[in-house]
């Protein structure tokens, strides 16, 4: 009997694994290379406990919108549109593509660094190159569903490889333990720690979770429980790998540069200063994942646009044009010369100031049991929702009042 249940549990939770993967390549996306280095490099190991907390919290959001997907079938926009009036609705879909166009910041100016650092490639005509190359990933999705995943998946896998190999050289990590216990050092620390959270929490992938796990919707409470119990063991997973890769950027920065006094201005100065540091092996490690990175996260944020637009709206573009639009202000960026790693932690910024509004509506929506039937959140689990809301929204106007009066 045992031998005839485990095999169709395990085949059960097969068909669920993969959405976390996709999500989790988000989280490792350009923007995270030049915040969680930079804060490494500026302030050694001062800010590792930021990013753990991050990662915790992500796998906390992005389950909660897994399970809006499996327990009503619908994604997070499609609810919010049927469940909120129409202005509300507008506004969420506004910021909502403003997000979008700051992902695609961080993922195109990655990238293109990345190709210039490899082939030389100057920067406008590899964030065209980069174009090209996401719309192919892309065009797998949604109807190659499991192969589109694959491909994410083995791009995560390049990050990871990149960012271990680097930490491997670096030796004993002498004090990394200190920056568990949480504290910031400046209004600096403070916008390095801001940039951390939304390059961590990424709102855009909380839209778009409840869109991948919601072709696993059932109304059979078995099937229910059993999708929800892989959707967990899917974000455990593949936020955890993606947690593992962030600490050990803000390891890789620390060990490398807080001490050596290299320049570390830039994700080019980080670069050069990896290959005298630690070899030309760690240099190339560091661009190839840069690369798989802004690569993967670019195809992901434009799919994310797509549920956005879709959900909210009930229309849809073509790919191509939505590629276009997202792509502008990174080109802008680009041709007005303007520093790429700087764009790249101001776009985490802005990054963080989209995560409430689509945190909120998700917390609202999953406590209301007229959504969620008898898989309606409790108390517990709301109010933590409502708390980290809070604490986001709350860092967001704090780093704003700090930037306006100077």
Known sequence: MVGITMPARLRSAAV???????????YVDPGNFATN?????????????????????????????????IVTGRNLPELCREHYPRPVTRLLWVQAELVAMATDLAEFVGAAVALNLLFGVPLLPAALITAVVSFGILA??????????SVIIGLLAIVLGGFLYQTLHLGPLTGAAAGLVPGFAGVDSVLLATGMLGATVMPHVIYLHSALTQRHHTTSPDGRR???????TDIVVALGIAGLVNVSMLVVAAGAFHQA?????????????????????AALAFAL????????????GTYSGQVIMEGYLRRRIPLWLRRAVTM??????????????????LSQVVLSFGIPFALVPLVLLARRADVMGAAVNRRGV???????????????????????TG
């Open 328 to 345: 502008a202000p990174a080109l802008a960026v680009l041709s007005l010369g303007v520093d790429p790693t700087k764009a790249l932690v």
């Open 382 to 404: 709301t109010a933590a929702g409502a708390v980290a809301a809070l604490v986001i929204s709350g860092l967001n106007l704090f780093l704003l009042f700090r930037t306006v």
């Open 261 to 281: 006094g290299a320049p570390r201005e830039s994700l080019e100065d980080m670069h050069s200063g990896l290959g005298q540091l630690l070899g030309p092996g």
């Open 16 to 26: 669920v694994m993969g959405p976390a993967f996709v999500v989790a390549v988000a």
């Open 37 to 69: 280095m930079a804060g490494g490099a500026t302030h050694g190991y001062l800010l590792l406990w930021v990013i753990v907390s991050a990662s915790l919290l992500a796998m906390f959001v992005q389950y909660q919108s897994a399970k809006l997907g």
């Open 289 to 300: 994942a840069l690369l798989a990175s802004g690569l993967a996260a670019s195809s992901v």
């Open 226 to 232: 059993s999708a929800l119990r892989a959707s967990r």
């Open 140 to 149: 797998l999705a949604p109807l190659r569903r499991r192969r589109f995943e």
